[in-house]
């Protein structure tokens, strides 16, 4: 019989039974069971997890445990400095792109809105999910745990906010996304991007009391709708504002 000593930190305890968080306890493992076996098994989805120290060096998932080991299992966390160290990753996503389930069509369409290529599709069966996910290096997001522990997913969140503004901020905070947006590229309902048009253009196809208040239009090539700077427009820049100006360092250095 193989024992281990495990250590969780930061937001992985939220993950595992309520005894066993924020502090090191001992577990058994199944003779051969490599580090992401115990800790998808303790239920952590192994794409929550950015580093694992076993005896204070890094390894990869596949690392075989042996008996008296000790295991830290740490976050994708800006806040603890964890840069210097190996990553369990070999290489990070180049630009980010994402997938999201079924239950986050409100945040797909933020996350449209601040210019990310997010594919979301209600009727998305999760295999689906993953084949997208490993195709075209999308980033899954999902609130399914169970999601999260399949085999091809390498890069995934599993958002813990309930409400899409909020998970807005979450992602943001977590990825590290606001140097990156880039709002009012992409059209909200097809993901394809914005294009100017000229204002003649736009003539026929918006009501008329709108083609004299507005000066600039854009047009999506897939739904063929054209969008103006109206009040809802206001209102997700104000948004958009907000969420690019909240500095993703603004979390302390903690340590538990
Ligand atoms: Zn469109």
């Not at 204070?56 to 160290?85: M, T, W």
């Amino acid at each position: 019989m193989v024992t281990a000593t495990f250590r969780f930190y930061e937001e992985l305890n939220d993950f595992l039974a309520r005894p066993l968080r924020r502090r090191a306890f001992s577990c058994a493992c199944a003779r051969n069971a490599t580090a992401k076996h115990m800790i998808e098994a303790l239920g952590v989805p192994h794409t929550e997890v950015e580093l694992i120290l076993v005896n204070g060096e890094s390894v990869g998932f596949e690392h075989p445990l042996a008996d008296g080991d000790r295991v830290a299992v740490y976050p994708k966390f800006e806040a603890l400095d964890i840069r210097p160290l190996l990553r369990v990753r070999a290489a990070p996503l180049r630009e980010l792109r994402f997938v999201a389930d079924a239950h986050l069509g409100g945040l797909a369409q933020l996350l449209r809105l601040a210019g990310f290529d997010t594919l979301y599709d209600n009727n998305f069966p999760d295999p689906e999910i993953e084949a997208l996910a490993a195709a075209e290096h999308r980033v899954v997001l999902t609130r399914d745990r169970e999601l999260l522990k399949r085999r091809t997913i390498t890069h995934g969140c599993y958002v813990r906010a309930l409400k899409p503004s909020a998970q807005l901020y979450e992602i943001f905070e977590r990825l590290d996304l606001a140097a990156s947006a880039r709002p009012f590229r992409l059209c909200l309902t097809c993901n394809a991007p914005l294009h100017p048009i000229e204002r003649g253009e736009a003539r026929t196809r918006v009501p008329e009391g709108v083609f004299e208040r507005q000066t600039r239009f854009v047009t999506c090539d897939v739904c063929q709708r054209v969008f103006w700077e109206g009040s809802h427009w206001q209102r997700m820049r104000a948004l958009m504002d907000h969420v690019t100006r909240t500095a993703p360092h603004i979390r302390t250095q903690t340590q538990t």
